[in-house]
Nanobody, 125 residues
């Protein structure tokens, strides 16, 4: 059974760091691409980062140089390291898996078959 269990959200002051976790089960990370999305109420879900099955990472301009994806294959967990958080980064964050990926990854919703339940990030100004 494929599952993505998220943790690590919370309240952080502007400029501060936060790490989100996405623990996968039912598959191994070398068999899937993982993407991160976020959603603010009233707005469309926004994809912004992904890691391919081979470990290559990609970032949208909005988070590049502030956010980093890493993974621990022994724990079958992907992490989103967020630094320099801004109030506009506040959202519910989701990880999602694409088990049909080949060499790359994307942050298009429709590419991802499995989703975590989301974790809220609040940034105080």
């Amino acid at each position: 059974q494929v599952q993505l269990v998220q943790s690590g959200g919370g309240l952080v002051p502007a400029g501060g760091p936060l790490r989100l976790s996405c623990a996968a089960s039912g598959f191994t990370l070398d068999r899937a691409a993982i993407a991160w999305f976020r959603q603010v109420p009233g707005r469309d879900r926004e994809g912004f980062a992904c890691i391919s099955r081979h470990g290559t990472t990609y970032y949208a301009d909005s988070v590049k140089d502030r956010f980093t994806i890493s993974r621990d294959e022994a724990k079958n967990t992907v992490y989103l390291h967020m630094n320099g958080l801004k109030p506009e980064d506040a959202a519910v964050y989701y990880c999602a898996a694409d088990l049909e990926s080949d060499a790359g990854c994307s942050w298009e919703d429709y590419e991802h078959e499995y989703w975590g339940r989301g974790t809220r990030v609040t940034v105080s100004s």
